[in-house]
Each structure stands twice: as C-alpha cells, then as structure tokens.
C-alpha cells in the first residue's frame, strides 16, 4: 500500500516537472524569436487585415439583408390590415346594398296599396306618410353604399401599392441572395 502511494506521487511528481519544463521552453521559444519567426508578425497581420477586408462586404450585405427581411415582414403586416379592411368594406358595402332589397319591396307594396285604392282612406294617409320616411332610409342606405364603394376604391389602391412595395422589397433580397457566393452542396 505504501509503495502504491509512493509510486503514484512520484509520477505525479514526473508530470509536473515535464509541464514545468514544457511551459519555460514555451516562454523562451516566444521571448526570442528565430529568424524565420521574425516576419510571422507582419504575414499575420496582413492575414488578419486581409481577413477583415473580406468580412466587411459581408458584413454590410448581412445587415442590408436583415433590415430588408424586417421591411419585407413589416409590409407583410400592412398587407394584411389593408386586406383585412378591404373585407370588412366589402361585406359592409353587400349588407348595404342587400338591406335596400326589403325597403324597396316595402316602398313598392305600399305604392301599389295607394294605387289600388283597396284601403281606406285613413290607411292612405298612413301609407303616404310612411312612404317619404322609407325612401329617405333608402337614399341613406345608397349614399352609405357609394361612400362604403368610395373607400373600398381606395383601400384596393392602397393594397396594390403595399403588394407591389412588397414585391420591390422582395426582388431586393432576392438580387442579395443572387450576390451570395454559392455554397457547396
């Protein structure tokens, strides 16, 4: 047992002087240098500059990609707001137009009741005070429609300019990417 400890502290001992021994050699070959290690420092240096020089470009192409991508996923959201709002105008403009249908029929059934003279009179008058009262709902129900046509004109112009900023944005990236040296596959 005790010749086992013995023997394992000396070849720790033995390790510690090879380490020792190989760290002061490192320290000296580094402290004074050869001759042919004198341009080492300048081919390094130019390496280093040279490696820079190279990494800059890509660097710049690399930050023009994500702000490009960034536009590209900002516009994408533009785009589906318009869109989005040109769906609500377009259900707005078909539940307008859709709820004259019954004014229209009501405006049309009691015209033809005055017509056919086959309610009294009191019922005319009735009739005849109701008719001025559905028509103007049915002038408002026309100019909300045309104004809710108006907006729907402008949001579609809107959505083809979003679309086609997006599409610029999107060439953009894509004549980044042509740039890109290719990679081996």
């Known amino acids: 047992m005790l010749t086992q400890r013995f023997w394992t502290a000396t070849a720790f001992l033995a390790a510690l002087v090879v380490a020792a021994v190989s760290i002061v050699a490192a320290q000296a070959a580094l402290t004074t240098p050869s001759k042919s290690d004198a341009s080492s420092p300048e081919e390094l240096l130019a390496e280093v500059r040279g490696l820079r020089a190279d990494f800059q470009p890509v660097a710049k192409v690399s930050v023009q990609a994500q702000l490009l ?19 609500e105008v377009r ?8 709820g ?37 709902q049915i002038a408002q129900m026309q100019k909300e429609a045309q104004e809710l046509r108006v907006q729907e004109t402008q949001l579609s112009n809107q959505l083809t300019t979003e679309q086609d900023r997006w599409l610029d944005f999107n060439s953009r990236l894509d004549e980044m990417e042509r740039l890109l040296p290719a990679s081996p596959r």
């Open 91 to 98: 259900q707005l403009v078909g539940i307008k137009e859709s």
């Open 100 to 136: 004259q249908i019954p004014k229209k029929e009501q405006l049309k059934g009691l015209e033809d009741s005055i017509r056919s003279a086959n309610v009294s009179v009191e019922e005319q008058r009735e009739m005849e005070t109701m008719i001025p009262r559905i028509k103007a």
């Open 69 to 87: 991508v960034a536009r590209l996923q900002l516009q994408e959201q533009r785009i589906n707001v318009v869109a989005g709002q040109l769906r």
